[in-house]
C-alpha cells in the first residue's frame, strides 16, 4: 500500500458519508490504478502448498474461490457497511438471493414469520409457497398498523420482515417501534432498505437488526446488472457467508464493480431523484384524471411525520390511482406514453413506468391484491433523472388517451 493510502485508511472513518461512499474499500493494486480493480477470475492462486492449506484450513484470510470470496466484491461489502452503519455486509447475485439467504441462515422448521403485506411480490411467494413447505408458519400485517405489528410480535417469532416504503403503495412502516417490539422478544427485525437506501435512511440507527439490499436498483443506478445485499452485526451477518458459500448465491465480481461505482454517486442521485419525484407528485395530485398520489415526500401522505423522523427524503418511487377505476384507463395512459420506460425496474436514471395489478403483483391472488392496496387503477412511477418537464409532457400524454 502506498504510504498516502495508508494515511487515508487512518482518517476515512472519521470522513463524512458521501467521502466514504466514494473512498472505502479502495484496495490499489501494485499497478497503481485509481479506479478500483475488477478481479475477473474464478479461483486464486497460491505461491506453495503450506500458504494454500492455511488458506482452506485456517482460513487465513487469502482469497480462495470466487463463490467464496472476491476482492471486488469484498469492496462493495466495505463501502456499502459503512454506509448503512453495519459491522459487517454480504453481497448476494440479487436481492431476492440476499432474502433467500437471510432466511436460510436464520430461520429453521417451526419458526414463525411475521411478514408485512405491504413487501415485493416475489417476497411474499417465497415465504408464502416455498418456506411453508418446509415447515414455516407465515403471518401477515399490515404495515401501517402498529396494533397489529404489537399483537403479532407479542407471541414468539423468529423473524419480523418489511419493506418502508412498500412497493407500490408507499406505506411507511414505523421502523423504531417495530424493531422495539422485536428486541421485547428476541425476534430479528429485517428491512428491505432498496426503496430509500443508506443515503436518505439508515434502519440500523433505528433498532433494525438486518437490512436487505436490491443491488439491482438505486446501487446500481442506471439498470444494468443484478444484486442484492445483507447488512447487519457480524455475529448476524456470518451464518450468512456461511449459506452463501455453499448455497451459491454469490455476486459476480462485474456486478460488484458496477454497484462499487454506483455507490459514488449516490447520495448525489438520491437527491435529485426525490426532488424531481416530489415535484411530479405534487403537479400529479392538481391534476383532473388523478385521485391520489402516493409518495413519502408529499404534505398529504398520511404519515408525513414519521417519514420527517425516518428518512431524508421521499426517494425516487410514487403510485398514483386515476379517477377511472379500470385496468383499461390505467392500460391506455401506459400505452400513450413514450419518454418513460414501460419496465418493471425501478432506481434507474431513465423513469420507468408500470402497472402493478399485471406486472410486479400481477401473480398474486387478486383478494390479497387488493389487501396490499394494489388497484386496478394504480400505476407506479419510478421517477428518473430527464428534465420534469418532460415527464409532465408524457404524462399529459397518457391523460389524454383514458378513455371517458
Ligand atoms: C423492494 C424490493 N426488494 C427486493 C427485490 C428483489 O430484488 P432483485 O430483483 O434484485 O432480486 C425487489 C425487486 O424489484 C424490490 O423492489
Redo the contacts with the bound molecule.
Keep these: 500500500m502506498m504510504e498516502r493510502d495508508a494515511r487515508l485508511q487512518k482518517i476515512l472513518g472519521d470522513l463524512s458519508p458521501e467521502t466514504q461512499a466514494i473512498r472505502t474499500g479502495s484496495t490499489r493494486s501494485h499497478e497503481r490504478e485509481h479506479s478500483e480493480p475488477l478481479y475477473a477470475t474464478s479461483s486464486f492462486v497460491f505461491p506453495n502448498a503450506e500458504t494454500m492449506a492455511d488458506a482452506f484450513v485456517n482460513d487465513s484470510g487469502l482469497s480462495i474461490y470466487a463463490r467464496v470470496d472476491n476482492p471486488t466484491v469484498d469492496a462493495f461489502c466495505q463501502r456499502l457497511a459503512v454506509l448503512e452503519g453495519a459491522e459487517a455486509c454480504e453481497a448476494t447475485a440479487?436481492?431476492?438471493?440476499a432474502?433467500l439467504a437471510t432466511l436460510m441462515a436464520h430461520c429453521q422448521a417451526g419458526d414463525r414469520i411475521v411478514l408485512s403485506t405491504g413487501?415485493?411480490g416475489?417476497?411474499l411467494t417465497l415465504l408464502q409457497k416455498f418456506f411453508v413447505k418446509y415447515g414455516l408458519t407465515v403471518d401477515l400485517v399490515d404495515p401501517t398498523d402498529l396494533d397489529a405489528w404489537q399483537a403479532a410480535l407479542s407471541r414468539p417469532a423468529r423473524l419480523a420482515y418489511c419493506?418502508t416504503p412498500s412497493?407500490p403503495t408507499i406505506a411507511i412502516v414505523d421502523v423504531e417501534t417495530v424493531s422495539s417490539l422485536c428486541r421485547a422478544n428476541e425476534t430479528l427485525c429485517v428491512v428491505?432498505n432498496?426503496?430509500m437506501t443508506p443515503a436518505l435512511q439508515t434502519p440500523l440507527a433505528l433498532g433494525a437488526d438486518l437490512i436487505?439490499h436490491?443491488?439491482?436498483?438505486y446501487l446500481d443506478g442506471q439498470g444494468r446488472v443484478?444484486?442484492?445485499a445483507v447488512c447487519g452485526s457480524a455475529a448476524l451477518i456470518e451464518p450468512i457467508t456461511r449459506f452463501i458459500r455453499s448455497g451459491g448465491v454469490t455476486m459476480s465480481a462485474f456486478n460488484a464493480w458496477v454497484f462499487l461505482k454506483g455507490l459514488e454517486t449516490l447520495d448525489l442521485r438520491m437527491r435529485a431523484h426525490s426532488e424531481n419525484a416530489l415535484s411530479l407528485a405534487n403537479w400529479l395530485e392538481e391534476q383532473p384524471q388523478v385521485a391520489q398520489v402516493n409518495y413519502a415526500g408529499l404534505d398529504s401522505h398520511p404519515d408525513r411525520a414519521l417519514i420527517a423522523r425516518q428518512a431524508k427524503a421521499g426517494g425516487g418511487v410514487l403510485s398514483f390511482t386515476l379517477t377511472t377505476e379500470t385496468r383499461e384507463a390505467a392500460w391506455a395512459f401506459l400505452d400513450a406514453t413514450c419518454l418513460m420506460s414501460l419496465t418493471?425496474?425501478?432506481g434507474d436514471v431513465k423513469t420507468t413506468v408500470c402497472h402493478p395489478a399485471t406486472s410486479?403483483h400481477g401473480r398474486l391472488e387478486a383478494a390479497d391484491r387488493i389487501q396490499m392496496g394494489v388497484h386496478e387503477h394504480l400505476i407506479r412511477i419510478a421517477v428518473g433523472l430527464e428534465a420534469l418537464e418532460d415527464l409532465k409532457a408524457d404524462c399529459l400524454r397518457g391523460f389524454a388517451a383514458i378513455p371517458h
Design positions: 440479487s436481492g431476492m438471493g432474502i413487501v415485493f416475489a417476497t419493506e412497493n428491505d432498496c426503496f436487505i436490491s443491488a439491482t436498483k443484478l444484486g442484492g418493471a425496474n425501478l410486479t
